[in-house]
């Protein structure tokens, strides 16, 4: 089947609880019946079954040493194609990634979230939108703390440590310079919801002139 249009990339990032997971699924549910999926940068974190398990635990998970983004690009160059993916699959526990993967279709909408899609260029080059979701340090710590004591069992000073030892600084370094390369600066992220409207406006326009 030849298509006469490539699929739209956009690219949601972001600091760790900023909401930009919120404004993804938002453009998601805004498409109910087109065709769009979501790829998250966090499923490509590179494969560290080599390394000793005390070695992974130190895992700097913030840094873009950390993403395997080559696997990534090739990933989205065969979407474009209009070609199937084996996305992996990350197991958090073994601090490694898993043996399976998904079956991913290719599809005219491609949503790429996480923190550090727009420090490569070569990833930053393939967007046809670039949204940065820019939230208050504050809101973002008091999120991230919630998130890791309810859903992964963490205890207050654990998350505090590594926030201020890791997260932080990371986010500094690497992830708010980002902001420059976006298109788009949402605050606050799925609360915004006229943001979120003229993107989806936006993204509305770029099918129909594609078709």
């Known amino acids: 089947m030849i298509r006469d249009h490539k699929p739209i990339i956009i ?21 109910p019946h087109h065709s769009i999926m979501m790829m998250e940068h966090d499923s490509y974190y590179k494969d560290q079954s080599n390394l000793p398990f ?4 130190k895992t700097n998970y913030d840094h873009p040493f950390a993403f395997d983004t080559d696997l990534l690009i090739e990933h989205l160059y065969k979407l474009l194609n209009y070609e199937t993916i084996e996305k992996p699959v ?6 490694t990634r898993s043996s399976q993967t998904i079956i991913q279709e290719p599809k005219e909408v491609i949503i790429v979230e996480g923190i550090l899609i727009l420090e490569d260029e070569r990833l ?3 967007m046809d939108i670039k949204i940065y979701v820019d939230t208050d340090d504050d ?8 998130r890791d004591m309810d859903e992964r069992g963490r205890t207050l000073d654990s998350v505090i440590e590594q926030y201020l030892s890791v997260v932080k ?11 420059r390369y976006a298109d788009v600066i949402v605050p606050e992220g799925g609360e915004n919801h006229v943001a979120i409207d003229l993107i989806c406006t936006k993204i509305e326009s770029i099918l129909g002139s594609s078709h």
Request: hydrophobic fraction near 30%.
């Open 11 to 31: 690219g949601v990032t972001g600091g760790s609880g900023s909401g930009k997971t919120s404004v993804s699924h938002a453009i998601l549910n805004h498409f």
């Open 54 to 57: 005390e070695k992974r635990l």
């Open 90 to 95: 990350y197991d958090y526990v073994a601090h």
């Open 124 to 126: 930053r080059n393939l």
């Open 139 to 146: 809101i973002r710590i008091i999120r991230r703390i919630k």
């Open 169 to 179: 600084p990371m986010y500094h370094q690497f992830i708010e310079p980002t902001k």
